[in-house]
């Protein structure tokens, strides 16, 4: 559909100014503002939220829907942080505690030999001991086994501890890590940005200032990353459109980040498990507004081991073009905080089928967006 047939139609069936002028701003793909983002949250309702973050969702990545063949390593999920949504830590020798040792994880690699994964995600927890030195052998392992695969690893926050434990520069450190053979960083550890409320929900672990700073240094050094924000616990709308915007700020400079991913707070065996969780409802109209807000970086992930494989579905008609990917039962994070998809795996044609029903066309890309395959 046209954007001018969107914008007649919204017309139509909408009568708040403050939403058709969002609208128009938006269809003319001009940046909105943080009150219009607010507004979106406060005002938009779903069938509004729907068509026009479909139609800047066409705008930026056509009728193309991407997913990619991966793993997880979760080398450990022993962790001197203490953040309050956290189902996954555990201390060193408690019962449900573990560290892989490089041996256990090079066997891992070696079961991936020959598979056509393109990507391996590595994401743990800030171990008390393990520095910097030990991950980049980390990294040179998997290397070793899978030359040719993409490594996506460790959250700003893992990055910030493991470096300072090594006594190295952020420089340096990210340098370290990247002739080791890490090729990008995924978003993790962002959860939200508004200081008083991130000292609330994870009081000790890398600050705001400091999670910019390391995508920034990591941008500048020709590392990308991803970006994500932890929605449904005692944030406030201003709060998302405030985290969402110093993203938008800090892509402006750097252009390196590739993907944004909300994660829904899931609260099953954590802190905060009095603490309901969103409806589906709110989640897609996060999904929406995140789309029509965040209009520097290209891609929007829906993670579906953390949402669900029919709320990722749903998602794609507001504003969502990536579903993440295969996964093969590989992490840990969600399933223990309670999500659907307790052993989270997807086939490639099942990733297909999901996206075929939706309307759009499959795409199996890199991590970096280049196409590997096309299911027309
Ligand atoms: O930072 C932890 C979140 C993140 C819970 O870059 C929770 O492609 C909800 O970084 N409920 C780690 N969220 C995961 C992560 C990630 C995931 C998918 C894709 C990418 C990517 C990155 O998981 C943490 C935290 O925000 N998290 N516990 C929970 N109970």
Not at 11 to 40: M, P, Q
Not at 65 to 79: A, D, G, L, Q, S
Not at 129 to 136: H, P, V
Not at 186 to 194: H, K, S, T
């Amino acid at each position: 559909m046209q954007n001018s047939d969107v914008f007649s139609l919204l017309k139509t069936t909408v009568s708040n100014s403050r939403l058709l002028d969002i609208a128009g701003k938006a269809l003319n793909g001009e940046r909105i503002t943080f009150d219009e983002g607010v507004t979106l949250y406060q005002e938009g309702e779903i069938p509004f939220l729907s068509m026009l973050s479909n139609a800047v969702r066409q705008r930026i990545n056509d009728e193309y829907v991407y997913f990619n063949r991966n793993f997880h390593i979760e080398p450990t999920n022993i962790c001197e942080s203490h953040c309050s949504f956290c189902s996954y830590r555990r201390d060193d020798g408690e019962e449900g505690s573990w560290e892989h040792s490089l041996n256990d994880i090079r066997r891992k690699a070696e079961s991936y030999v020959g598979k056509d994964i393109t990507e391996v995600h590595i994401v743990g927890a800030v171990h008390p001991n393990r520095d910097l030195f030990y991950y980049a052998d980390l990294v040179q392992t998997v290397k070793s086994v899978l030359p040719d695969i993409h490594i996506k690893g460790f959250t700003a926050v893992e990055v910030d501890a493991m470096i300072k434990k090594a006594g190295l520069s952020l420089e340096e450190g990210l340098q370290t890590l990247k002739k080791a053979g890490l090729d990008s960083m995924p978003g993790g550890g962002a959860e939200i940005f508004d200081e008083k409320t991130r000292a609330r929900i994870c009081p000790d672990k890398t600050d705001t200032a400091g999670w910019l700073k390391i995508h920034e240094t990591a941008h500048k050094l020709g590392i990308p990353s991803n970006a994500t924000m932890l929605y449904g616990l005692i944030e406030t709308y201003e709060h998302r459109v405030d985290h969402m915007n110093r993203l938008r700020e800090l892509q402006d400079q750097t252009h390196g980040f590739n993907t944004f991913i909300p994660l829904k707070f899931r609260h099953s065996n954590n802190a905060f498990s009095h603490i309901a969780e969103s409806t589906t409802l709110e989640d897609l109209k996060n999904y929406a507004v995140a789309r029509i807000f965040l209009d520097n970086i290209p891609h929007l992930k829906a993670y579906w081991p953390m949402i669900g494989k029919s709320v990722a579905q749903l998602s794609l008609a507001f504003g969502v073009d990536d579903l993440d990917g295969t996964i093969d039962d590989s992490t840990k994070i969600y399933s223990m905080a309670g999500a659907e998809e307790q052993n989270p795996s997807a086939s490639t044609d099942e990733l297909v089928k999901m996206i075929k029903t939706a309307g759009k066309v499959p795409v199996e890309r890199d991590t970096l967006y280049n196409i590997v395959r096309r299911f027309d």
